[in-house]
């Protein structure tokens, strides 16, 4: 469906004709994001350069009733971006300037195009850090991560981007501009909007700017990698890991066949016989980690490890870090359909989660292979199939039911870093229950009296 | 069907070419990512949009072809392959770009291309059985006639067979991949045993169609063959500083970076330029197909040359050698920019 055109020639005053696409081509490459089987063709693309353009695109939007997506770089995996309901996807990335870094105040203020990679790049430059550690940071954007609430490498140590986002800059569907929380670590003036709005996926507000909490960046780090004959024996060296005290920066697992293609793309030399390989790191002053790494290196092999060998570098320990990012990139190497989901439950009952993962593979006769943050709990079971499989394909859907049914039995949720979306709309109710679900639905109307942000997804 | 399936079906859209990509960077458009050139490609292959969509052709040809989204791709995807599968098609025939008809009409004729030897002397023919031999390139044999002289002083085993024409990879990056790969064939079998090459374009395109082991771009023959300079490189008595601008298809097609670096540092000091791994916006025809966006990418790099106050930059191809010298001539730099071979040649033995 073509927008009206005097709207679309209103949208091109605002932000000039060459910033609203229109041309099939142009529209279809905005159909999708990083998520499979979700597709929808948009009305029109609209890159706006300023809070103002964005506040005025909006306005017109809601005048017209035309639904508006905010998008970053679509790298996320719950169609959060997909226009499932047509109109207009608002792109960021022209806004991509990073605004303050402050030293003395320890943060940082950015547009929300800028790509995650950049902003911490930008911190470490200063000697400081920007937490959240995302697999696609260097794609994905600050903006992007925010209203996904993206998780990453770092969780049980720093948590994720909500620990770190201290106020944001927001246009309403109104056009009305927000600027919630602050610069200040301690303020509690009022509800804490900016947390609502970290993690809306775009359904209440559109986020302009964002100002960020740093640390200091960490003196030392060192990573090192443990083989277990199975998931079920790493898991148990995690349990020992944090009971003994430590909370390392990174505790990340891989099962067999993620490690093989991890090895594939990145050349590492890592050790394919194993059933389950365990990246434990661990960043702070030097003495820390050397203690640290050390116990964590014993207790791994005091729990049955096959081998345990620590980076001799910082370089291989980056090397070691990038690689375990691209884990489900590098997963598609087995197979051209790629499904991966993200369910998280208490620590103590991972090894039961992968277990009920293994049996529903089976039991669906599908290839199903599992990565995740082994310190925190949160699992990226991951299907890979032929797309032309429709009865596989099928099987899948229901496969992932059962995953997430089994998650929430275990004390557990349906998504502990990607967002709900499109992809788990259909199961947030059994997250959340009916009386929480209308609460959110009220908080959307609250936002977005007239419905055009993000339909589709939460609150809808 | 126009792609070959299983190269579309690898791509999962995950997004993480995007960084890589020099024509995103510009834009911020989805559009003109990898990631978005393959949408573009899959919705041409299911008929979703029809061959004269103008995003189709626009994208097709402002796309540089250097392949940086290849290396950063978990999955593996074959980009280099799915654009020259996307150009055949978009430019089937006439509605390829007339300057790059040209080009591909002139180097298809091998006589033209040996005639050049009569006005820009290469170095001399030397013929031999079995190899290793030296291909001389249709285009760096007319531009740059003393890279081949130069290769032969570091590497005077090689032969130089003299019937030797183009290796097609000016067809295969212009929508002719039909004919680009029967000039690679014969050129194989014109050059016998290893062909050594001095542009880093054409082992690239030369090794995807005689065969990886039969290719060395020659800075991976002289590290391979210890062939290492031992002088030093000295500029008003002290050690020059020189940086290097990889060859794209050598870097993200054949995976060769560590050789030509090792080689300079061995007879200068090295300096590492910020984007040495990115294009120059040469890009085979691009310079001239696109020349708006081309000068745009190249003011970036020639402002890093300048800011990195070195006596050389080195080429390893020479596309990238012709765009770094108008650039830098037009800024009036001081900067050199030279091909390895010559580089390394100048050093005093």
């Given at each position: 469906?073509?927008?009206?055109?005097?709207?679309?020639?209103?949208?091109?005053?605002?932000?000039?004709?060459?910033?609203?696409?229109?041309?099939?081509?142009?529209?279809?490459?905005?159909?999708?994001?990083?998520?499979?089987?979700?597709?929808?063709?948009?009305?029109a693309?609209?890159?706006?350069?300023?809070?103002?353009q964005?506040?005025?695109?909006l306005?017109l939007?809601?005048a017209?009733?035309?639904?508006?997506?905010p998008?970053?770089?679509?790298s996320?995996?719950?169609?959060?971006?997909?226009?499932?309901?047509?109109?207009?996807?608002?792109a960021?990335?022209?806004?991509?300037?990073?605004?303050?870094?402050?030293?003395?105040?320890?943060?940082?203020?950015?547009?929300?195009?800028?790509?995650?990679?950049?902003?911490?790049?930008?911190?470490?430059?200063?000697?400081?850090?920007?937490?959240?550690?995302?697999?696609?940071?260097?794609?994905?954007?600050?903006?992007?991560?925010?209203?996904?609430?993206?998780g990453?490498?770092?969780?049980?140590?720093?948590?994720?981007?909500?620990?770190?986002?201290?106020?944001?800059?927001?246009?309403?569907?109104?056009?009305?501009?927000?600027?919630?929380?602050?610069?200040?670590?301690?303020?509690?003036?009022?509800?804490?909007?900016?947390?609502?709005?970290?993690?809306?996926?775009?359904?209440?507000?559109?986020?302009?700017?964002?100002?960020?909490?740093?640390?200091?960046?960490?003196?030392?780090?060192?990573?090192?990698?443990?083989?277990?004959?199975?998931?079920?024996?790493?898991?148990?060296?995690?349990?020992?890991?944090?009971?003994?005290g430590?909370?390392?920066?990174t505790?990340?697992?891989?099962d067999?066949?993620?490690?093989?293609?991890?090895?594939?793309?990145?050349?590492?030399?890592?050790?394919?016989?194993a059933?389950?390989?365990?990246?434990?790191?661990?960043?702070?002053p030097?003495?820390t980690?050397?203690?640290?790494?050390?116990?964590?290196?014993?207790?791994?092999a005091?729990?049955?490890a096959?081998?345990?060998?620590v980076?001799?570098?910082?370089?291989?320990?980056?090397?070691?870090?990038?690689?375990?990012?691209?884990?489900?990139?590098?997963?598609?190497?087995?197979?051209?359909?790629?499904?991966?989901?993200?369910?998280?439950?208490?620590r103590?009952?991972?090894?039961?989660?992968?277990?009920?993962?293994?049996e529903?593979?089976?039991?669906?006769?599908?290839?199903?292979?599992?990565?995740?943050?082994?310190?925190?709990?949160?699992?990226?079971p991951?299907?890979?199939?032929?797309?032309?499989?429709?009865?596989?394909?099928?099987?899948?859907?229901?496969?992932?039911?059962?995953?997430?049914?089994?998650?929430?039995?275990?004390?557990?949720?349906?998504?502990?870093?990607?967002?709900?979306?499109?992809?788990?709309l259909?199961?947030?109710?059994?997250?959340?229950?009916?009386?929480?679900?209308?609460?959110?639905?009220?908080?959307k109307?609250?936002?977005?009296p007239?419905?055009?942000?993000?339909?589709?997804?939460?609150?809808? | 069907?126009?792609?070959?399936?299983?190269?579309?079906?690898?791509?999962?859209?995950?997004?993480?070419?995007?960084?890589?990509?020099?024509?995103?960077?510009?834009?911020?458009?989805?559009?003109?990512?990898?990631?978005?050139?393959?949408?573009l490609?899959?919705?041409?292959?299911?008929?979703h949009?029809?061959?004269?969509?103008?995003?189709?052709a626009?994208?097709?040809s402002?796309?540089?072809g250097?392949?940086?989204?290849e290396?950063?791709?978990p999955?593996?995807v074959?980009?280099?392959?799915?654009?020259?599968?996307?150009?055949?098609?978009?430019?089937?025939?006439?509605?390829?770009?007339?300057?790059?008809?040209?080009?591909?009409?002139?180097?298809?004729?091998?006589?033209?291309?040996?005639?050049?030897?009569?006005?820009?002397?290469?170095?001399?023919?030397?013929?031999?059985?079995?190899?290793?031999?030296?291909?001389?390139g249709?285009?760096?044999?007319?531009?740059?006639?003393?890279?081949?002289h130069?290769?032969?002083?570091?590497?005077?085993?090689?032969?130089?067979?003299?019937?030797?024409g183009c290796?097609?990879?000016?067809h295969?990056?212009?929508?002719?991949?039909?004919?680009?790969?029967r000039?690679?064939?014969?050129?194989g079998?014109?050059?016998?045993?290893?062909?050594?090459?001095?542009?880093?374009?054409?082992?690239?395109?030369?090794a995807?169609?005689?065969?990886?082991?039969?290719?060395?771009?020659?800075?991976?023959?002289?590290?391979?063959?210890?062939?290492?300079?031992?002088?030093?490189?000295?500029?008003?008595?002290?050690?020059?500083?020189?940086?290097?601008?990889?060859?794209?298809?050598?870097?993200?097609g054949?995976?060769?970076?560590?050789?030509p670096?090792?080689?300079?540092?061995?007879?200068?000091e090295y300096?590492?330029l910020?984007?040495?791994?990115?294009?120059?916006?040469?890009?085979?025809?691009?310079s001239?197909?696109?020349p708006?966006?081309?000068?745009?990418?190249?003011?970036?790099?020639?402002?890093?040359?300048?800011?990195?106050?070195?006596?050389?930059?080195?080429?390893?191809?020479?596309?990238?050698l012709?765009?770094?010298?108008?650039?830098?001539?037009?800024?009036?730099?001081?900067?050199?920019?030279?091909?390895?071979?010559?580089?390394?040649?100048?050093?005093?033995?």
């Amino acid at each position: 469906m073509a927008l009206d055109r005097d709207f679309a020639g209103a949208l091109a005053d605002v932000v000039g004709a060459g910033h609203v696409h229109q041309a099939p081509g142009d529209l279809a490459v905005y159909a999708r994001d990083a998520t499979p089987l979700f597709h929808q063709v948009p009305d029109a693309v609209v890159f706006p350069a300023t809070t103002e353009q964005v506040a005025r695109v909006l306005r017109l939007a809601t005048a017209h009733r035309v639904p508006v997506v905010p998008r970053g770089a679509g790298s996320n995996l719950c169609a959060a971006t997909v226009p499932v309901r047509g109109g207009i996807v608002l792109a960021l990335t022209r806004m991509t300037q990073i605004l303050e870094i402050s030293t003395d105040e320890l943060l940082a203020r950015v547009q929300p195009g800028v790509t995650t990679a950049r902003l911490a790049d930008a911190a470490t430059a200063r000697n400081l850090l920007y937490a959240p550690d995302p697999g696609s940071r260097t794609t994905a954007t600050v903006g992007g991560n925010i209203a996904t609430c993206a998780g990453g490498l770092r969780g049980l140590k720093y948590g994720v981007t909500r620990n770190y986002v201290l106020g944001l800059e927001a246009v309403l569907p109104t056009g009305e501009v927000v600027r919630t929380g602050g610069r200040l670590w301690k303020d509690v003036a009022g509800y804490d909007l900016t947390r609502l709005l970290t993690g809306s996926e775009g359904t209440l507000a559109v986020i302009t700017e964002a100002t960020v909490a740093l640390l200091p960046a960490p003196a030392e780090s060192n990573t090192g990698v443990a083989y277990f004959e199975s998931l079920t024996e790493a898991s148990r060296a995690v349990g020992a890991i944090i009971s003994a005290g430590i909370v390392p920066a990174t505790l990340e697992f891989l099962d067999r066949k993620c490690v093989a293609v991890v090895e594939e793309y990145a050349g590492l030399g890592l050790r394919l016989d194993a059933g389950a390989l365990l990246l434990f790191g661990e960043d702070g002053p030097l003495a820390t980690v050397a203690a640290n790494m050390l116990r964590m290196r014993q207790i791994c092999a005091e729990t049955g490890a096959l081998e345990v060998t620590v980076a001799e570098d910082i370089v291989r320990s980056e090397a070691l870090l990038a690689a375990r990012r691209c884990s489900l990139p590098a997963l598609s190497r087995l197979g051209s359909l790629t499904v991966l989901e993200d369910v998280t439950v208490p620590r103590p009952r991972m090894p039961e989660m992968v277990g009920r993962i293994d049996e529903i593979a089976d039991r669906f006769d599908l290839q199903i292979a599992t990565f995740g943050h082994a310190g925190d709990g949160n699992l990226h079971p991951t299907c890979v199939l032929d797309p032309d499989d429709e009865d596989a394909v099928g099987r899948v859907h229901k496969a992932f039911a059962e995953v997430f049914r089994a998650a929430i039995r275990l004390d557990g949720t349906i998504t502990g870093e990607h967002g709900v979306g499109s992809a788990k709309l259909p199961f947030l109710a059994d997250r959340l229950g009916a009386t929480q679900l209308g609460l959110l639905r009220r908080i959307k109307t609250a936002f977005d009296p007239a419905g055009i942000l993000n339909p589709g997804k939460l609150g809808s | 069907m126009i792609f070959s399936k299983t190269l579309l079906d690898r791509c999962i859209s995950c997004g993480y070419c995007l960084p890589a990509c020099p024509t995103y960077a510009m834009t911020g458009d989805e559009a003109s990512s990898p990631r978005g050139r393959i949408s573009l490609m899959r919705a041409l292959e299911t008929g979703h949009l029809e061959d004269d969509d103008p995003t189709l052709a626009e994208q097709a040809s402002f796309c540089l072809g250097c392949r940086a989204c290849e290396p950063v791709c978990p999955a593996g995807v074959e980009y280099g392959n799915l654009l020259e599968e996307w150009r055949d098609h978009q430019w089937s025939g006439r509605r390829s770009p007339l300057p790059a008809r040209l080009l591909m009409a002139l180097v298809s004729r091998s006589w033209l291309v040996r005639a050049q030897g009569l006005v820009r002397r290469h170095a001399r023919t030397v013929t031999s059985a079995s190899g290793p031999s030296l291909m001389l390139g249709c285009v760096e044999r007319g531009l740059f006639p003393r890279v081949s002289h130069a290769a032969r002083k570091l590497a005077p085993g090689l032969s130089v067979p003299k019937r030797q024409g183009c290796c097609g990879a000016l067809h295969a990056h212009n929508g002719d991949s039909g004919t680009g790969e029967r000039m690679a064939k014969s050129l194989g079998d014109a050059l016998p045993g290893t062909i050594v090459t001095t542009s880093g374009g054409c082992a690239a395109h030369l090794a995807a169609h005689v065969g990886r082991p039969r290719v060395r771009e020659l800075s991976e023959y002289l590290v391979e063959h210890d062939h290492l300079p031992s002088g030093r490189l000295l500029v008003d008595g002290r050690v020059a500083r020189v940086a290097l601008q990889d060859s794209c298809h050598l870097r993200n097609g054949l995976g060769i970076s560590r050789q030509p670096r090792e080689l300079i540092r061995a007879v200068a000091e090295y300096v590492e330029l910020p984007s040495a791994g990115a294009c120059c916006g040469a890009a085979g025809t691009y310079s001239i197909l696109r020349p708006r966006e081309s000068g745009e990418i190249l003011s970036v790099k020639i402002d890093e040359i300048e800011a990195a106050e070195v006596d050389f930059v080195v080429a390893v191809n020479p596309g990238c050698l012709r765009q770094l010298k108008t650039g830098l001539r037009k800024r009036g730099s001081r900067v050199r920019a030279v091909h390895l071979a010559e580089l390394l040649v100048i050093v005093p033995r």
